[in-house]
């Protein structure tokens, strides 16, 4: 960590308590007071949460940006936030942020290492500062901002309120009760999200043990799991797929799994058979669940061994019952019966409080108390929800653009992501990365798409060229904006 270095990286819970405890301080002697906002853009590390947790135990509303998000779009975050403290470090400031009038655009900045500089304070210079009692928040004030993946554009600023933490809490700690102190649980997800927070109380909380890694690079996950042999795992659906290579990695790193957990968004199924079949624990289990920052988790599915190569990608699951209501509705608002698709709305006191400078974008995706997600899916009569497409991201001539990637992806296992966008004339047009970035090979592309919607001309590119979100999400329109302007290289013509 930055901001205590000299601390090594294994923690106790009341070791991290200590360290939370003397960064408000410093906060509070630095002028942060309580309610004022306090933006955290900075190198990904865990003292993000360290940091998030100090600001908000003095009554402060942290609001957390992706380390991902690039300059530009931070300074209109920033903006919108409305003249925040900044909390940063040097690299950032003479890197991402430096084009950017920080000065015009926050309070003021301050570092969360390192000494201070003409254009920053440093939070080390207020070392040794008198502690603070925290600051408990009422349930509807204004607790914690974080923001959506931006897979549509500028990401909205989701503002969160403690009751409405603890109504999502509520289901993720019953079904976390089996597992309770008994398996140590590692995550590797951004630092920034609000699922996040929920996975940290919930198992420190349940006397977890907990391994904690911000890299998701496979060749690093790897050896840190065959080091410290969690029973829960837990990262976002795409970072599961990069994972497949650890299934016959050497010291058999996803052997001690008993229980995975995909959160965020719907996953392929050939992962979660992959995941399952490396685990060497007696029945273990594959959970996903599928949510959204406005609203929490809203359903979810687990799968067996035995279960799993029967899964279908695009089921998320049976809604969280006594938690979350749910209907799917037509272009005129009516109810639509069991099969048919349309608009997924749903309500439930975890709901944010609005979208920061947003407020009547926020109002217009409430209907009736009813909360539109923007995906469309339909309800089987069994009341899982299945997910077609976003409700932007639809292709005229393809029934689910979703469904058709997870066929793809489970005829193709050299495939380690495909998407498929609209082109130039609202064709499909898939967009292929392979594993090793080696060559696709055309009559297995072909044989592979045979009984599929008629499709453009595939593209390859190389798996570092696709937009990514924090959590791992294809930014699908920035996608077709590459292809458009021709800023993603076909591998496959060269």
Known sequence: MQCFAERGLHFTVTQL?????????RLG??????????????????????????????????????????????????????????????????????????????????????????????????????????????????????????TTGLPKLAVHCPEGFWHRQAPQKLIAWPIRGREKAALSMTLVHARFYMALE??????????????????KIGPLLVRTRPGFLETHPNTFVDWEVLADAPGAPLSSVRFFNAAFDAIHPRTIS?????????????????????????SGYWYTRRSAPNAVGQCVGFKLFGFISMRIVGPDGRRRRAGQPGHIE????SEILTYLGEEERYAREVHDGWWRMGDMGYLDRWGRLYLRDREVDQIESMKSTLETEDLL????????????????????VPVVATTGEQPLDEERWQQATRDLPTMAP?????????????????????LTRLLREGGIADNQAQ
């Open 202 to 219: 919930m198992f420190l909380n349940r006397g977890n043990s907990m391994v904690v890694a911000v890299d998701p690079d496979p060749a």
């Open 346 to 349: 749903v309500r439930g006191p």
């Open 409 to 428: 992806m489970s005829r193709l296992d050299e495939l380690r992501e495909v998407v498929i966008v609209a082109g130039v004339r609202g064709q499909p």
């Open 29 to 150: 002697a630095a002028g942060v007071r309580p309610s004022e906002r306090v933006a955290i853009y900075k190198t990904d590390n865990f003292d993000i949460v360290l940091l998030a947790c100090a600001a908000a135990r003095i009554g402060a509303v942290p609001a957390l940006l992706s380390p991902a998000l690039d300059g530009e779009v931070v300074a209109k975050l920033l903006d919108r936030i409305g003249r925040p403290w900044l909390i940063t470090d040097g690299d950032t400031l003479d890197g991402e942020l430096r084009e950017v009038p920080v000065a015009d655009i926050t309070r003021a900045v301050l570092l969360s290492a390192g000494a201070s500089r003409p254009d920053a304070i440093s939070l080390s210079s207020h070392t040794g500062a008198p502690r603070r009692q925290p600051v408990r928040q009422r349930p509807r004030d204004p607790m914690v901002i974080t923001h959506s993946s931006g």
């Open 458 to 478: 595939v593209v390859q590119c190389r798996h570092e060229q696709l937009p990514y979100t924090a959590t791992r999400k294809v930014r699908r329109r920035e």
């Open 274 to 298: 992959r995941m399952l079949n490396a685990s060497r624990r007696s029945r273990p289990l594959f959970f996903r669940f599928y949510g959204q920052s406005e609203i929490g988790p809203v």
């Open 17 to 25: 308590s200590e360290l939370v405890d003397e960064l408000a301080a």
